[in-house]
């Protein structure tokens, strides 16, 4: 029986994070440039509100101009797309990042194409997505995290996957297609899984590199993994739990992490995997952003 590796997301975050405080010094030295991140957030819900202020906790660590626009919940459309226009134009902003899910009134595929794609630090628009999907990442901006999930597997493998059969679970924009796309061109063999694909066990168990984004607390079990896979667990689900006779609340990814751990090579916990390095990773596309936008070349 073997012990898989623990991918610690954070020590890598914070590794991660350090160097991008050390370029951005260098920037303001050299260059007179601050990276400029801008968080736009509507409504008061209470998930949402944490993990802005985290994202704006990280800029400012990272030496960042950092600010949030806090719109009300009722906010039209019109108000909305009219801050980000402000944004759009503000020399000062290198990124802009909309808090997602918008309250259900407001189109948020028009609100995300609105971002202009030089600030668009989620990498939503649709020209960075076909950017991404057609191999031209050069200036291009990719979605945090696959951004960072893809980090962790090449600190694993390395950053060529020839000969790697990779199984993506979870076909969403914003995690699972950006993941197949890093994926192919880090030169895997990809599968996509979703809600309909027959015997998702079967497919998994083909997979030397397995990345869960499903969203269902431990779906993934250890007699679903090949041997010596790397797993990668982007799922957050909240489930209750009894502690000494009391209900408690706790954060648990999509993978059973125990029985997985059992088979696995490597695999990343939740919370402390994929979370951490997704809050990075925008600070990284926020610097790339400030760099790329004064002509000095994304790194
Ligand atoms: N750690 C982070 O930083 C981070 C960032 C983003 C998301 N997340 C978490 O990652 C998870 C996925 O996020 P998301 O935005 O990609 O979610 P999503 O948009 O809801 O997509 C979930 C995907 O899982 C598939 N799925 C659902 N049930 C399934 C099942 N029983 N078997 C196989 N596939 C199934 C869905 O298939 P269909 O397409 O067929 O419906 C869909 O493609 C969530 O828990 C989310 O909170 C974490």
Redesign the pocket.
Known sequence: MTTARRIDGKVMAAELSAKITRETAALLREHALVPGLAVVIVGEDPASQVYVRNKKRTAEACGFHSVQHTLATNSTQETVLALIDELNNDDSIHGILVQLPLPAHLDEQQVTQAVVPGKDVDGFHFINIGKLTSGNTSDAFVP??PA?CMLMIEAELGANLSGYNAVV????????KPMASLLLQANATVTV?????AD?PGVVRTADIVVA????AN?VSGDWIKPGAVVID????RIDVSVDGETRSRLT??IDYDSVCKVAAAATP?PG???P???VMLMANTLRAARLASGLGAD
């Open positions: 945090c995290t960072g679970i979870g076909r969403s924009n914003i995690v699972g899984t979703h809600s309909r694909t998702l984004a499903v969203g269902r779906i982007v799922g957050i689900n990814g999509d939740v995997g994929v979370g390095m997704t809050i």
